[in-house]
């Protein structure tokens, strides 16, 4: 993103959108609670359908 600052300077202003910045936040913690490390590796806790469905109830 080096050579696209004017990118990054749209997502910036998009971020402190407080909304916009809720929702990442909410995605975050949607992620980690989601996934878990194995000895094999990371890996998904629950299908992804189900992960969407819990995403949607916090939003």
């Not at 916009?20 to 609670?33: D, K, P």
């Not at 194995?38 to 992960?51: D, L």
């Amino acid at each position: 993103m080096l050579h696209l600052p004017e990118v990054m300077e749209k997502v910036a202003e998009e971020y402190s959108n407080p909304s916009v910045r809720e929702f990442a936040r909410l995605a975050s913690i949607q992620e980690v609670q989601c996934y878990e490390v194995s000895s094999a590796g990371i890996r998904t806790k629950i299908p992804r359908i189900e992960e969407t469905m819990e995403f949607a109830k916090k939003c």
